[in-house]
Structure formats: structure tokens, C-alpha cells
């Protein structure tokens, strides 16, 4: 294997735990199609993308951002999404790659969508600890479900579901901004890891390249920890939109990517 093929997988993951570090998720809904164009089969891609995820969440927990977390949303919230991740794992695994494709493209258009209207601030967070047992159970509910569904997409498609999880705690608990991208980094990493558990040997040497995964997840981490640096220093509003932008060409390029291979089979 060349220099530049070697090279390539690593330069991918450097982008992804950037990514994550600049803007706190989307890491893994650029993380596949990436893996997929440099020479992964679709099932590896999404290994890889959970590996690298869950090591660039758990950097950005030590970063910093536990101060913000409110952990013990982030614990009802990966207790209830980790089974749906190892549901998810063992469900993608007997789907074809192009169809898996197609499902990130999918996913990378409504991010971009939920990233372009979300607001920079949120007021009012609401505890749902407080209230009638029935007023609890309505905050809780909505939740509960999006919990569930955040974990299944994660360990189906390889995401870490940040991108989905962190409106969520937005709207539905009205959590500030930066509490809420950090809550969502803890579930994050154990979602993605309780997908790993059904992906196993495919950590230490996935086809198509000959870099195991474990050296991409160094990268990641290296990338998250430059980035968040650079992040901090820029406004908002900038990396909204260049967000938005780096979502909206993803969700395309993957959607030609998928469909092509789904024609060929």
C-alpha cells in the first residue's frame, strides 16, 4: 500500500474529529460517506465512523465540556438509547451498503435543515422534575421516544446523533445551547459504543484500507482537540452556516454515491 493511500483514511478522521470539535456533532454523518469514498465498504465505514465518534465525544468531555453537561439527562438518555444503538448495529449489518447510504444522505439533509433554523439561544429550561405525575410524564414522553430513535440511528447508520439529539434537548427541555450540545456528547459516546459491541473484529483492520480503525480514532481525537481551540474564537453565526453548507454538500454527494451503487446491484 502507498504513502497517500495509508494517509487518505487519516486525513478523513483529522477532518471528522474537526468537525466535531468546531461545531460539537455531525461528526458521524461526515465520517461514512468519507470512509465509503476512500475505499470502505459501507458495514466498515459505519464501524469506523462509531469508533471515531465515540473517541472524539469523549476528548470534548475532557476538554471541557462537562462543566456544561447535565448528566443525569445525558444518563436517562443513553440508558434508554444504547439497546436501540446494539438494535440498530445488528439491523444495518443484513442491510445493502447503497441502502445505507441513502439513509445518511437522508439524515444529512434534515441536519442541515435543523442546523439552518435552529436559534443560537434557548431560555426557560425545563427540569421535568417538577409538576403532576402527568405533567411529568408529558415532558418526558416526547423525550423518551427521541432517545430511543436517536440511539437506533446511531448504531444502523454509524451517526453519533448529535446533530438529532441536541434539538431535541432544545426544544423539548428548552436546555441552553451550550448545555445541550455538551449533554448530548456523553450519550454520544455510549450510544456509539454500544454499536461497536456488534461490529468486532472489524475495529482493528476494516477492508479497504489497511489503517485500523483504532489509529483513525487517534486522528479524530487530534483533530477535536485543534479544532475546538479554533472554534472558540470564531462567532456563532459563521459556524452556522458553514455547517449548514458542509451538511448540504455531504447529504448530496453521499445520495449520488448510494443511488449509483443501488443501480449496480
Not at 178 to 193: E, Y
Request: glycine residues 12%; hydrophobic residues 60%; proline residues 6%.
Amino acid at each position: 500500500m502507498t504513502v497517500l493511500a495509508a494517509a487518505l483514511p487519516v486525513l478523513a478522521a483529522l477532518a471528522v474529529g474537526s468537525v466535531i470539535g468546531l461545531f460539537g456533532s455531525g461528526g458521524g454523518i461526515l465520517a461514512v460517506p468519507a470512509f465509503v469514498l476512500l475505499g470502505l465498504e459501507p458495514h466498515d465505514a459505519v464501524a469506523a465512523s462509531l469508533l471515531v465518534v465515540a473517541s472524539a465525544a469523549v476528548v470534548a468531555l475532557i476538554g471541557g465540556a462537562a462543566r456544561h453537561t447535565r448528566w443525569g439527562i445525558a444518563a436517562t438518555f443513553a440508558v434508554l438509547g444504547a439497546p436501540a444503538a446494539m438494535a440498530g448495529a445488528a439491523v444495518g449489518r443484513g442491510i445493502p451498503g447503497p441502502y445505507l447510504l441513502l439513509g445518511v444522505a437522508a439524515l444529512a439533509v434534515a441536519a442541515a435543515v435543523a442546523s439552518y433554523r435552529r436559534k443560537p439561544t434557548a431560555e426557560g429550561e425545563l427540569t421535568c422534575s417538577t409538576g403532576s405525575a402527568a405533567e411529568r410524564l408529558r415532558c418526558w414522553a416526547p423525550s423518551a421516544l427521541a432517545a430511543i430513535a436517536v440511539g437506533f440511528l446511531t448504531g444502523l447508520l454509524g451517526v453519533g446523533g448529535g446533530f438529532l439529539l441536541t434539538p431535541v434537548l432544545l426544544i423539548a427541555l428548552r436546555m441552553p445551547l451550550r448545555a445541550a450540545a455538551a449533554t448530548s456528547l456523553p450519550v454520544i459516546a455510549v450510544n456509539s459504543i454500544a454499536g461497536l459491541s456488534q461490529h468486532g473484529a472489524q475495529l482493528f483492520q476494516p477492508a479497504g484500507t489497511g489503517v485500523p480503525v483504532v489509529f483513525l480514532a487517534a486522528a479524530a481525537i487530534v483533530g477535536s482537540l485543534v479544532a475546538a481551540r479554533l472554534g472558540r474564537r470564531l462567532p456563532p453565526n459563521i459556524l452556522q452556516r458553514a455547517f449548514v453548507v458542509l451538511l448540504s454538500a455531504v447529504g448530496m454527494g453521499t445520495a449520488i454515491v448510494g443511488t449509483t451503487g443501488l443501480l449496480a446491484i
